[in-house]
Structures are given as C-alpha cells and as structure tokens.
C-alpha cells in the first residue's frame, strides 16, 4: 500500500481533516505513557504529532520509544485544526517509520555552546529555528534586490571570479593558472561592471568575492557576496540616491514579509521601521569634526575605522553617508573631486546601532590622463589594466557605482553582532570547514 499524499508542513492547514504523510526530523519527544507527543521539522515549518497508546499497533508505539532528536522520520497520520500549536494544525499518528535513526550523542545538545563548538558543527547548527529564520531573511533579502534592480530596468550582468586585474587594496588570494601565471580571485566586480555600463547603460553584479585579508573582526569574512550596481550618466549624487532607496526598499520588504522570523531573533523592529530616505550625509571633512569631537584621535587624511564609524551613527537611527573622502584613503579608480583635488566624489554608508560600513560606492575617474597617473601613483602594473584604460579611450563617460555587502546589511536587518552567522558556511582567517 502506498502512503497517503506527502505534504510539506508549511501547506497542512489546507488539508485539515485529511489523513497525508509528512517527512522530517525530530526535534523533541515526550511521552506521558499514554500519550506521546513528537515535535517534527521540515525546514518549512514544525508540526506536533501525537501519538495515543491504545489506538496505534504495538509495533509503532514501540517505535516511536525509539526516537530520538534529530532522526528521520515519515509519519502517517489525519491533520486536525489546534488553534494552540505553532502552524495551526497538529497530527493524529496513525504510522510512523524511521527512516534514519541519529545515534544519542547528537553534537548540538539544548544547552549553551561556544561559537566555536557551533562552528565547527556548522552543518548541523544549520538546523536550529534561529539558524532558518537568518537563512530565511537572507533570501528575502537577495530576492528583493533582484527586483528591485530588475523593476528598474538594471541588467544583471556575472563577472569573472578568476581574474588578471586587481580591484581594491586589500590582499588577494592567488592560483595557478596554466600558462597565464598567477589568476587572483576576485576582490569586486566593478572593473567589469564598468565595461559593461558602457554597454548596457544600468548593470549590476551579484557575485561572491574574496579578500584575503588579515581582519578577525565582527565585519569581516574572506569569502563574502557584493552586490554592486554600475550606471552610465550617474554622478556621485545620483548614486547616494540610488543607494538610500535600495537600502529603504530591503528593510521595508523584510518587515512586510519577514515578521516572524525578525521575532525569532528577538530583533527590535522599531529600529528598522524608521529607516525610510533621505539619509543624512556627512562630508569627510566634517565627520572627522565629529569623531574628534567624540573622542578619537584620527586626523584628516586617514580612512575611517570601525571605532570612528561607531561615533557617527552613536545617534542616528537611520543609516548615515560619509562623502567625498581623501584621495590618500581610497582606491584608484575614485573620481577627483574637482572642488577639493584632495578629495574624491565617492561614500561609504555606515548602518546605524554601530553595525559600520554596509556600502562603498564612487563616481569614476572618467579622465584617461588622471587615471593613467593614479594607477602609477599606487604602484599598479599598467598591463593589467590596459582594458580598463580603454573605457576612458573610446566613449569615456560619466558613471558612478558601489558594492552592497550582502552579510553586512543581513546581520544589520537581523540585529546580529557578527556576520558570520549570515552566510551558511562562513570562511574566515582560521575557518576553511566545514
Ligand atoms: O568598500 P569596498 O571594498 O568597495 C568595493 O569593493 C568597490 N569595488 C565597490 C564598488 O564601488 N563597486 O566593499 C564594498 C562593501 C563594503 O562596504 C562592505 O559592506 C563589504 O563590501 N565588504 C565586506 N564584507 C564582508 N567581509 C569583508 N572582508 C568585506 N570587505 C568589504
Ligand atoms: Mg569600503
């Protein structure tokens, strides 16, 4: 005989009253002898079955004894409306078969783990409802950035991870590559996004990047995803426009789709109710007032620090812009700003509640003689780059971008003071599994 209709968790209120099959895992069993209780996950939801005694054949009774956390099972059994359990419903047991029994010394026990014990056990911490509610709220996320890029007529355009050409200043990770030499894994996408702005007019890239930098900080993974739109006639103003309204539209999206798993990270939504454009805009030059005003001893001239980034949004509760930072403190490509050469038409945009840089964006140098010294100036081999300088060759034009960190806006959305928890297998410094 085959088993009655298999139903994923999330969809048993529509089939109340009728006997279906559900497979998952075990998250809790107890028994008052009697009656027995055995709470199932499938990813989509939980669901409590109940198993009564003197109603079942002896040989489920006997198997249910027989559960423990984590096994799989599928259960047989008639879905009944329960106002009081989570998705509504619950299910009266009429069969129960293990499908694969987890042996008791289960890692990931209901008690306090250390963050490395956890890690280490990533695959399966994968498992718990708050590990679901981040995964959850990431994917809403990635979602609503594609449509809100593709509601506006942006290309997606995927850039090569394998590259020859450096992006930014930070390290890079290195391989083999036949007889080409060394292939560095990508930093960004923005180099390419630019050729393809020239192209396509509006783009962006959705893509993983690697840096191989020395940072054991809360910000900072090696291997990360940047979303990072590129737009042909934008100036530096349009594209802090740009970026408050994407920032705008994520939050609102979580908040509208995303309730229940905000709640499950206890994420205090007052905080991301007021986050609507404008956002206020900080110059470099009066940030830096501000941070020593504050306390910190960084002069004018140097980048920004984590500390300093705290300082600024200590009051705001919406996400902050630092614009038009020294020349000495960013990358190559950053267009000079033709009211202070000291400076450049670029901004990072810092999360509030301390959470720091979520974006960094620029207009680009469109002037092929300014680029050409700036890419000596930083000691970068001009080979490399000829097809970059070609952009300023043929057509140049005026065009500015930024790159979103995904991990750092989700752990900002979900409150969380690490990103290492965002992504599903975080690689950093000392973590390579699993
Ligand atoms: O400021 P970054 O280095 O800018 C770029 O890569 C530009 N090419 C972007 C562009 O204009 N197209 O990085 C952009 C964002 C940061 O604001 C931060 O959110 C994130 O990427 N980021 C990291 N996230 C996690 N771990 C790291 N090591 C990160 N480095 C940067
Ligand atoms: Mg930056």
Redesign the pocket.
């Known amino acids: 005989m085959s088993d009655p209709l298999f139903v994923r968790i999330a969809d048993l209120p529509a089939h109340a009253g009728e006997t279906v099959t559900i497979r998952g895992w075990v998250t809790h069993v107890r028994s008052s002898g009697k009656v027995a209780f055995a709470v199932i996950r499938d990813g989509t939801g939980v669901c409590q079955t109940v198993f009564v005694k003197n109603q079942l054949p002896p040989d489920v009774w006997e198997r249910f004894a027989a559960l423990t956390t984590e096994a799989s099972v599928s259960i047989v059994g008639a879905v009944r409306a329960e106002p009081r359990s989570p998705g509504g419903v619950e299910l009266g047991v009429a069969d129960l078969v293990i499908v694969g029994p987890s042996p008791a010394d289960y890692p990931i026990q209901p008690k306090e783990h250390g963050i490395d014990f956890l890690l280490d056990n990533r695959h399966l911490w994968l498992r718990s409802p708050r590990q679901r509610a981040i995964a959850i709220i990431r994917n809403e996320i990635e979602q609503a950035i594609h449509d809100f890029f593709y509601e506006r007529g942006f290309l997606r355009v995927d850039t090569p991870i394998l590259t020859a050409a450096i992006?930014?200043r930070?390290g890079l990770f290195a391989t083999e590559y036949f007889d080409e030499g060394n292939a560095y894994l990508a930093?960004?996408?923005?180099?390419y996004?630019e050729a393809a702005a020239a192209a396509f007019g509006k783009i962006y890239?959705f893509g993983p990047?690697f840096?191989a930098?020395k940072?054991k900080t809360r910000?900072?993974?090696?291997e990360?995803w940047?979303i990072?739109?590129?737009v042909a006639w934008n100036d530096s103003e349009a594209n802090m426009l740009l970026q408050e309204e994407l920032v705008s539209y994520l939050v609102q999206r979580v908040l509208e789709r995303r309730r229940a798993e905000l709640s499950e990270l206890e994420r205090d939504v007052t905080k991301l109710e007021s986050v609507k454009a404008p956002f206020d805009r900080l110059n470099y030059t009066d940030a830096i007032a501000l941070v020593q005003a504050r306390g910190s001893t960084t002069q004018w001239g140097e980048d920004l620090g984590a500390e300093d980034e705290a300082l600024i949004v200590r009051d705001a509760t919406r996400p902050v812009f630092v614009f038009n930072y020294p020349k000495t403190a960013k990358?190559f490509?950053m267009k000079e700003n033709p009211d202070d050469p000291r400076t450049v038409l670029c901004d990072?945009?810092l999360a509030p509640e301390g959470f720091g840089?979520?974006?960094?964006?620029?207009q680009r140098e469109d002037d092929y003689d300014k680029l050409v010294a700036r890419i000596k100036e930083e000691g970068l081999p001009m080979d490399a780059y000829g097809w970059y300088l070609d952009l300023r060759r043929y057509g140049t034009f005026p065009h500015a971008?930024?790159?979103?960190?995904?991990?750092?806006?989700v752990a900002w959305i979900c409150g969380l003071q690490h990103?290492r928890e965002v992504i599903a297998f975080p690689r950093m410094m000392n973590r390579l599994r699993p």
Do not use: K, N, V, W
Not at 219 to 222: E, G, N, Q, V
Not at 401 to 409: K, Q
């Open positions: 992006g930014e930070s930093q960004t996408g923005q180099l996004g890239t990047t840096r930098e940072s910000r900072h993974l090696t990360f940047m990072e739109p590129e990358a490509y990072d945009l840089e979520m974006i960094g964006g620029s971008g930024f790159g979103l960190g995904l991990e750092r806006t990103i």
